[in-house]
């Protein structure tokens, strides 16, 4: 798939996602097979909101929900008390499956997907399992240090360049907390 083809589809992705927000609706269960794409006129559509909820603030929603490739570590974590954001982890997620043709954290359990997070994103702090869920039990995850990976090493598909975009790639850098590697450009 190309570049500007890829920038498109997420454009409409993150488009659509933005509406679902300002109406509070979460789809709750954003996958590929939920994601339909017009390879004629590049149109991308969002659809089977049989998951979808209109998220009220203080009202529990489930935490088992969203496909497992695809769901966000909140909803691991247990998370009730989430908001429109677990769509775009999800988005995300799709993205990456889009240039990849794989899932980026495919795994058979939640803690295997909870893994399989850590080893691209390092393992969270304490502090920060608790911003994604209040009330987890910290005693209850045991995870080893790890340090996030540099994206151009998670999947090197995602970095592909071309010689006239190779200058800008060397000066983009990304804004995740551990990372300092350049961002795909062009």
């Known amino acids: 798939m190309s570049r500007l ?78 908001d429109t954001q677990i769509d775009m982890w999800s988005a995300g997620c799709i993205l990456v499956e889009m240039v990849t043709l794989e899932p980026i954290f495919r795994s058979d359990s939640n803690i295997d997907q909870l893994v399989e997070i850590i080893k691209v994103l390092g393992t969270p702090s304490d502090q920060e399992i608790l911003e994604m869920n209040p009330d987890c039990e910290l005693d209850k995850y045991q995870f080893p240090k790890i340090n996030c990976r540099p994206w151009e090493k998670v999947h090197p598909l995602l970095f592909r360049s071309s010689k006239r975009n190779s200058s800008a790639n060397s000066s983009t850098t990304c804004s995740h907390r551990c990372s300092d590697t350049a961002l795909p450009a062009g």
Request: charged share 20%.
């Open 5 to 82: 083809k890829l920038k498109v589809f997420a454009y409409q992705l993150f488009r659509g996602l933005a509406y679902l927000r300002t109406i509070d609706i979460a789809h709750r269960d954003m996958k590929p097979q939920n994601v339909l794409v017009n390879d004629n006129n590049w149109n991308l559509l969002i659809c089977d909101f049989g998951s979808a909820k209109r998220l009220v603030a203080g009202e529990p929603n489930l935490a088992y929900i969203c496909s497992r490739c695809y769901r966000a570590p909140e909803l691991i974590f247990g998370s009730t008390n989430y």
